[in-house]
Nanobody
Framework: QVQLVESGGGSVQAGGSLRLSCAAS????????MGWFRQIPGKEREFVAA????????RYADGVKGRFTIPRDNAKNTVYLQMNSLEPEDTAAYYC?????????????????WGQGTQVTVSS
């Protein structure tokens, strides 16, 4: 069973950068589509970015295009979320998720595995 552990959250001023990491256990990491989602208390979890198992296909939510990237290192069983030009509206708990095979998806329901989340707070 693959387990996901996020790290790298914290507090930053608007315009700053953070890099989140999601380390996965298990030997089949490259088979998984990986995604990042975020959630504000009282709101639904929303899609941020996703990357295919090989890393060749990446998709982003409109609100983060041009500011966030989602690289992955299959040799290290890790996916990242590089967040630049952060805005107060990016403040949320960020979750990484894994989807077994298939194509990328922006739907929460299509990801089987989730990390525990890491908080990102952006101050103005």
């Amino acid at each position: 069973q693959v387990q996901l552990v996020e790290s790298g959250g914290g507090s930053v001023q608007a315009g700053g950068s953070l890099r989140l990491s999601c380390a996965a256990s298990g030997r089949t990491f490259s088979w998984f589509v990986m995604g990042w989602f975020r959630q504000i208390p009282g709101k639904e979890r929303e899609f941020v970015a996703a990357i295919s198992g090989s890393g060749t296909i990446r998709r982003y939510a409109d609100g983060v295009k041009g500011r966030f990237t989602i690289p992955r290192d299959n040799a290290k069983n890790t996916v990242y979320l590089q967040m630049n030009s952060l805005e107060p509206e990016d403040t949320a708990a960020y979750y990484c998720a894994a989807r077994g095979g298939g194509v990328y998806s922006s739907r929460v329901s299509e990801y089987e595995l989730w990390g525990q989340g890491t908080q990102v707070t952006v101050s103005s």
